[in-house]
């Protein structure tokens, strides 16, 4: 893989990678703070304190990845690539979930292809910034944008 999207180089798409995970980390954090927020019992359940601490996690790994960018640092790479790993394992579990949920409430078949192009955005994302990451370990040129 040289491209990312077809258009951008590698870097550009390990940067635009870097920058949807951000932002897609932010609004999701959102969303879970929301919800706590609005849980009318008293205590946060392990799932919503799950999500909120791996959305944290991804939101600084999302920073890493962007600082590394900049400075060709491909170790500084490998955290957000586990990470988003994770994050895409969960959303995988979501997804089968929302699928046997639409099974029973075809409305749910909305939100199942939502869930599955976020995730297969998400996929895209690790594959492209892995290519530049193994770039930077063959040697390859870097582009300087």
């Known amino acids: 893989m040289q491209t990312c999207c077809g258009c951008w180089n590698l870097l550009q798409g390990s940067r635009a990678s870097g920058i949807w995970t951000l932002v897609a980390g932010i609004l999701n954090l959102l969303w879970y703070i929301y919800q706590a927020a609005s849980n009318t019992r008293s205590s946060i359940s392990w799932n919503t304190f799950l999500g909120i601490a791996l959305l944290v996690i991804w939101i600084i790994t999302s920073i890493i990845l962007l600082v590394g960018l900049s400075q060709s640092n491909r170790y500084m790479f490998l955290p957000w690539l586990i990470v988003t790993g994770l994050i895409c394992l969960f959303q995988l ?12 409430a075809p409305i749910f078949w909305i939100t199942v292809v939502i869930a599955a192009i976020i995730l297969a955005l998400n996929i895209y994302a690790m594959v492209c910034v ?7 370990v063959d040697g390859g040129v870097q582009p300087k944008v």
């Open 93 to 104: 579990i979501t997804l089968i979930y929302f699928i046997i949920v639409a099974i029973v």
């Open 130 to 136: 892995s290519f530049y990451y193994q770039q930077l």
